[in-house]
């Protein structure tokens, strides 16, 4: 299936950018063992190849875990360590940029897809114009 070469296969770990800098999970995430950092549009996107995943989870994880209070309840210092999002997932070599209207159909048919009970996962290339919202299509 050549559609495979489009996409390889990453772990993909999202935090917020607005409670912890960039410096300091680069730190923690490259000591671990990931490829790359990025961070845009209030979100702090770090990725890794899929063998390092569970390595770098585990490092930002025990960033938080040390910052709880004594009785293991959240402080403002665990809270910036949270992560938004974590998984090994297929993510695009590039992306396609769209327009509105085409974002509309390509937002309807991945809402189409995803909601079919006989599809597990789906994956796209779509990159969509700033201000779109494609969960409100």
């Given at each position: 299936?050549?559609t495979?070469?489009?996409?390889?296969?990453?772990?993909?770990?999202?935090?917020?950018?607005?409670?912890?800098?960039?410096?300091?999970?680069?730190?923690?995430?490259?000591?671990?063992?990931?490829?790359?950092?990025?961070?845009?549009?209030?979100?702090?996107t770090?990725?890794?190849?899929?063998?390092?995943?569970?390595?770098?989870?585990?490092?930002?994880?025990?960033?938080?875990?040390?910052?709880?209070?004594?009785?293991?309840?959240?402080?403002?210092?665990?809270?910036?360590?949270?992560?938004?999002?974590?998984?090994?997932?297929?993510?695009?070599?590039?992306?396609?940029?769209?327009?509105?209207?085409?974002?509309?159909?390509?937002?309807?048919?991945l809402?189409?897809?995803?909601?079919?009970?006989?599809?597990?996962?789906?994956?796209?290339?779509?990159?969509?114009?700033?201000?779109?919202?494609?969960?409100?299509?």
């Amino acid at each position: 299936d050549a559609t495979i070469f489009v996409f390889d296969r990453k772990g993909v770990i999202e935090m917020d950018a607005e409670k912890v800098s960039e410096d300091e999970v680069m730190e923690v995430a490259l000591e671990a063992g990931a490829d790359d950092i990025v961070n845009e549009d209030g979100v702090i996107t770090v990725t890794t190849d899929p063998s390092v995943f569970d390595a770098v989870v585990e490092a930002i994880q025990a960033k938080h875990d040390a910052a709880l209070s004594p009785k293991e309840e959240e402080t403002p210092e665990s809270e910036k360590w949270a992560t938004l999002s974590a998984s090994v997932s297929m993510v695009p070599q590039a992306y396609t940029s769209v327009d509105a209207d085409t974002a509309k159909k390509v937002a309807k048919l991945l809402n189409k897809l995803e909601e079919d009970e006989d599809v597990q996962n789906v994956y796209s290339t779509v990159e969509y114009p700033d201000g779109f919202d494609p969960d409100a299509e």
